[in-house]
């Protein structure tokens, strides 16, 4: 997994915010565009959708060293939701989570209101997997910089009805984003 911390992501939104400024594209439309990948959840909406039983759990682990401590490989599990394939030894998901787990849900940080002359603040969210890839989710789980929240099944079992998004490739997406510009400047 790839780790970064909140400086990190401060310093790679603010730059991309840069970048678009350059190429003329707008900001605001490429934040609408990437909020579209998936809808906005909080911990209460995840505990009513996933209730927490024999079977499903929550837990909070300490990421503030990097995600690296976590100890956690994943794979693309069942309906492509991330499951837990290896726990390093004293990585801090050992004892906690178990090989073949799946995520349901999963915390991430963005930031908002960034601008040239500020970082803008962190808002913490939670992402429901059944919405993204399994990459998308592992990317998601990244951005953390304290803990990760996890909302984990023990025994999961796929139902073939996947919303999943579908990734599509930088090139792809910023040709889409671009033209998309190019329509709202010629209306």
Not at 11 to 28: I, K, Q
Not at 41 to 52: F, I, R, S, T, V
Not at 124 to 153: C, K, P, Y
Request: overall charge positive; charged content about 25%.
């Amino acid at each position: 997994m790839y780790t970064a911390n909140a400086t990190q992501v401060s310093c790679t939104r603010a730059n991309a915010t840069r970048a678009l400024r350059r190429s003329g594209t707008s900001t605001t439309r490429r934040a609408s565009t990437v909020t579209r990948a998936f809808t906005e959840h909080n911990e209460g909406d995840m505990l009513a959708k996933y209730p927490l039983d024999a079977d499903t759990y929550k837990v909070e682990l300490d990421c503030s060293q990097s995600n690296i401590q976590l100890g956690l490989l994943l794979e693309a599990g069942p309906d492509d939701r991330p499951r837990v394939k290896t726990i390093r030894p004293g990585g801090n998901a050992k004892g906690k989570v178990n090989v073949g787990d799946v995520v349901l849900a999963t915390t991430y940080t963005v930031l908002k209101g960034v601008r040239d002359e500020s970082w803008g603040s962190s808002m913490r969210g939670w992402l429901d997997t059944a919405e993204t890839t399994s990459a998308q989710a592992e990317a998601a789980m990244t951005t953390n910089s304290s803990s990760v929240g996890l909302i984990m099944s023990r025994n999961y079992k796929a139902t073939g009805l996947k919303r999943a998004n579908v990734d599509e490739d930088t090139r792809s997406w910023a040709a889409r984003v671009a033209a998309e510009a190019r329509a709202k400047r010629e209306q």
